[in-house]
């Protein structure tokens, strides 16, 4: 309890005004409230005009230790120096989302040795996702509000509550002070330099024989405007991880097929891709005759759809509806509510859309049909003469675990492979399992009829087999987009502005105070600025020179050297 009631308790001036602890000026009068300090002659310390801050309050707790921290400038020196120093590391190689399609458990070691095998593993090849990146952006950003809280408060209050009437030491301790004697009554000469002082731009308060003047007090709040726009920013970056707001991906759309963009209610169709290429003439000189084909221009005849119905049950077709068509090239970018897509590659390999199979004895040769196989989304069953085909598996990228069991080794349809049950005459009551490739895979390693026989425990009777390219439907190329949302840019944009803004109100104004008092027939002068001293200097010298006071604008600096 003592240490609440010392925590709290003030510290009373002369002028009978309480102070809170930590006020080094009082409030009032703006005498040295420290003993030691009314005993000096050095400049006094102007900062907040000596108001006291939470961050020296006495005996803290533990919520105040916490302020005390990120109030500190020092502390947030230190977490930008790291945040800074994680960026570097980040930039050493490229992230992973620089990538398409890579697995990047491989690629960093195969591309960069034991350096990019150590820098996966430290997690720096997504640095700019990491827990511990984004933990020193929330922390700089607690100290951006915490520093301001700290600051602002005791500023706003020592603005807002200025007192006319100072004490004498605290205007003979400022940078620039002027002392002698005047001719007329205290009163009259108040007044007439405050007509000489207002022709400056400051505003003047009289009391009696005291005056207070100030200009550009809007350039004190300059670097907390600064801190507000690097917090906007700060948040509209953090908020860049959320769902929705953002996203950054480079997806493959086959041509002639209709994909959806993931995380979004919006499919896209590559209509028709197109490529030139330049002609040996038209090449630059350093690649003629070297056999090089050098593209022209790529683009992407797109179509985007939204889903309005049937968008997330994934055993119904959605429902569609085409909200925009733009030809897609480098640097022209389709652009619909904020989603855009950006010409990245391409990829000339022809790409397996569908196939036509005809189920065929293979003793007598008989054909008893053909069916319809789409390679993304195939049906569950189908009928072909006597038989029924029921899909039981499917691999996109089809290949053999170190026991010997199918499995998909990536996403792509690099090498699908479709498992059928097939029931009907002359095959066992369960039916018979059937694998079936589509596209030519390596023979060496899966022999079709090897695999089926030993699934099935003996030679099956059938086979799918494909007669001719007319039953198959290929896509010809496959253009890779950059799928880009970006909810969150225009806060950074918003956050950037705030920023400049601070810093045009700190750069080019500067807070100019000028605070006198006549006793005695004696003038005491002093006067304070953020900077630019030699400027405030010059017009006293000039204020006083218009009330026949002649001096000399060195004189005016009281300790150069203190600050």
């Known amino acids: ?68 921290f990120f109030s500190s400038v020092k502390i947030a020196v230190y977490m930008i120096i790291l945040t800074l120093l994680g960026s570097m590391l980040g930039t050493i190689f490229p992230q992973e989302n620089t990538f398409l399609n890579i697995d990047p458990s491989t690629y960093y070691k195969e591309t960069y040795g034991t350096a990019g095998w150590i820098y996966y593993k430290l997690g720096l090849s997504h640095t700019y996702e990491s827990w511990w990146f984004i933990l020193l952006l929330v922390m700089i950003g607690a100290s951006l509000v915490i520093c301001s809280l700290d600051r602002v408060l005791p500023l706003y209050k020592a603005l807002t509550k200025q007192r006319i009437l100072k004490h004498k030491q605290f205007l003979t301790r400022q940078r620039v002070v002027y002392q002698g004697p005047v001719e007329l009554e205290s009163k009259e000469w108040v007044e007439q330099a405050s007509v000489h002082i207002k022709k400056r731009g400051y505003r003047v308060h009289t009391l009696d024989n005291a005056l207070l003047a100030e200009k550009y007090r809007f350039s004190r709040w300059g670097p907390y405007v600064i801190h507000i726009g690097l917090i906007i920013f700060l948040l509209a970056v953090l908020a860049r991880g959320l769902p929705g707001l953002h996203m950054d991906q480079h997806v493959a759309f086959p041509e002639g097929e209709i994909k959806h963009i993931p995380n979004t209610s919006y499919y896209l169709k590559n209509e028709k891709f197109t490529v030139e290429y330049y002609s040996e003439q038209d090449l630059p000189k350093e690649f003629q005759g070297k056999n090089k084909v ?36 480098v640097n022209d970018p389709m652009d619909y509510k904020g989603l855009k897509a950006y010409q990245f590659d391409y990829d000339l390999t022809p790409v397996l859309r569908s ?36 899909l039981k598996e499917k691999y996109n990228d089809f290949g053999l675990d170190e026991n010997g069991q199918p499995v998909t080794k990536t996403p792509n349809p690099n090498a699908p492979a479709f498992l059928f049950l097939i029931k009907g005459p002359n095959l ?40 001719g390219m ?42 100019r105070r000028i605070w006198l008092r006549i006793d005695d027939g004696n003038l005491t002068l002093g006067a304070h600025t953020s900077k630019n001293w030699f400027g405030i200097r010059r017009e006293i010298a000039a204020i006083l020179r218009k009330m026949n006071l002649e001096v000399d604008e060195k004189s005016l600096d009281n300790g150069g050297n203190h600050s």
Not at 299 to 321: F, G, I, V
């Open 1 to 68: 309890m003592m240490k609440e009631v010392i925590a709290f308790k003030n510290t009373k001036c002369e002028c009978g005004h309480q102070n809170p602890v930590g006020t080094v000026l009082c409030e009032a009068c703006g005498r040295p409230l420290e003993e030691q300090d009314r005993e000096s002659n050095e400049v006094l310390e102007m900062r907040y005009d000596g108001m006291a801050r939470r961050s020296q309050r006495a005996n803290p707790n533990f919520i105040d230790r916490i302020w005390n």
């Open 294 to 329: 050098l593209p022209k221009l790529f683009k992407t005849q797109a179509t985007l759809y939204e889903c309005t119905a049937n968008c997330n049950d994934p055993s119904k077709q959605p429902t569609l509806k085409a909200v925009d068509h733009h030809n897609i090239e």
């Open 355 to 390: 196939v036509k199979p005809s189920l065929v004895d293979k003793k007598t040769g008989k054909d008893y049909g053909t069916f319809q196989l789409r390679i993304k989304d195939p049906e569950r069953n189908y009928k072909v003469g006597p038989y029924s085909l029921e």
């Open 428 to 467: 066992p009551a369960v039916g018979v399992h059937y694998f079936y490739f589509p596209k030519q895979i390596d023979k060496e390693r899966f022999q079709q009829d090897a695999i089926n026989a030993k699934m099935n425990g003996g030679s099956v009777p059938l086979e799918l087999d494909v007669k």
């Open 470 to 511: 007319g039953n198959v439907d290929l896509s010809m190329s496959t253009t890779y987009l950059n799928i880009r949302v970006d909810k969150a840019m225009p806060f950074v944009w918003v956050g950037a502005a705030i920023v400049m803004l601070g810093l045009v109100l700190g750069f080019y104004w500067q807070h």
